[in-house]
């Protein structure tokens, strides 16, 4: 599967984005799917992830109650809707599918840059 993230850009603290990851080839929903990030300077994080169905999502402590995971898998897309955005979530946002069962994704996106200003 490849994917695709768009979405990103700048926006004040306090201020609302929201990410998209396109997924190409088939079987997408077999997938689990995930939002990472990486700002400079330090690793890369998880943001979080959701299911094959998207019924069980899990969040990093940092991002819950602000950002919401959601698919569509008609669409092949998910989505990682972000409110009450922070400087400190200034990052490059990467999406990420997986169905191999292990901890690590197999596949992931190019990233797309997310800043947010004070």
């Known amino acids: 599967v490849q994917l695709q993230a768009s979405g990103g850009g700048l926006v004040q603290a306090g201020g609302s984005l929201r990410l998209s990851c396109a997924a190409s080839?088939?079987?997408?929903?077999?997938?689990?799917m995930a939002w990472f990030r990486q700002a400079p300077g330090k690793e890369r994080e998880l943001v979080g992830t959701v299911d094959w169905s998207g019924g069980t999502t899990y969040y990093a402590d940092s991002v819950k109650g602000r950002f919401t995971i959601s698919r569509d898998n008609a669409k092949n897309r998910v989505y990682l809707q972000m409110n009450s955005l922070r400087p400190q979530d200034t990052a490059v946002y990467y999406c990420?599918?997986?169905?191999?069962?292990?901890?690590?994704?197999?596949?992931w996106g190019q990233g797309t840059q997310v800043t947010v200003s004070s």
């Open positions: 990420a599918a997986d169905r191999s069962g292990t901890p690590q994704y197999e596949y």
């Open positions: 080839g088939r079987r997408f929903s077999t997938y689990r």
